[in-house]
């Protein structure tokens, strides 16, 4: 039986101006969807509109997970930017092909080939660099429980 966790990590490097890498741990749940959904458009929303999830740390994903997806990339969309997920865990893949999502959000084999796929893009010129950690609860209403800032 899998762990059940209401603690989503996002992991965000800024490789390049307006484009942001968020490598996601944790599960993408009913509990843990809004968050990941907000979290991830503030970044979008506040200069980042090219945003690849790394997928690589989430073991499991549900169907609010997916619909966060969907709604993440409707936001970068409106941004004028794109989404590109990466390192998409098997289950996951199997749900994104199911459900035809995969032929809207590109998918990629590491976040590299996604940054490499994103930066071939000359729209990607605007936005900030560095890097920030924000450890998250499942509900909004508390907000982050933590934001970690590199020295």
Do not use: K, Y
């Amino acid at each position: 039986m899998t762990d059940v966790t209401d603690t989503l990590q996002l992991t965000v490097q800024h490789p390049r101006p307006g484009l942001a890498i968020a490598t996601v741990a944790g599960d993408v749940d009913m509990r843990t969807a809004d968050t990941l959904r907000h979290e991830a458009s503030i970044l979008i929303e506040q200069g980042c509109p090219h945003l690849v999830l790394d997928l690589s740390q989430v073991g499991f994903c549900d169907s609010a997970g997916l619909s966060a997806l969907i709604g993440l990339w409707h936001t970068a969309q409106a941004q004028g930017g794109a989404l590109g997920l990466a390192d998409v865990p098997d289950r996951l893949m199997r749900m994104l092909t199911l459900t035809g999502v995969d032929t809207i959000v590109p998918v990629h084999a590491t976040a590299a080939a996604a940054l490499t796929a994103m930066t071939d893009n000359p729209t990607t010129s605007t936005g900030h660099r560095g890097s920030i950690t924000r450890v998250s609860s499942g509900s909004r209403t508390g907000g982050p429980t933590g934001v970690q800032r590199p020295a």
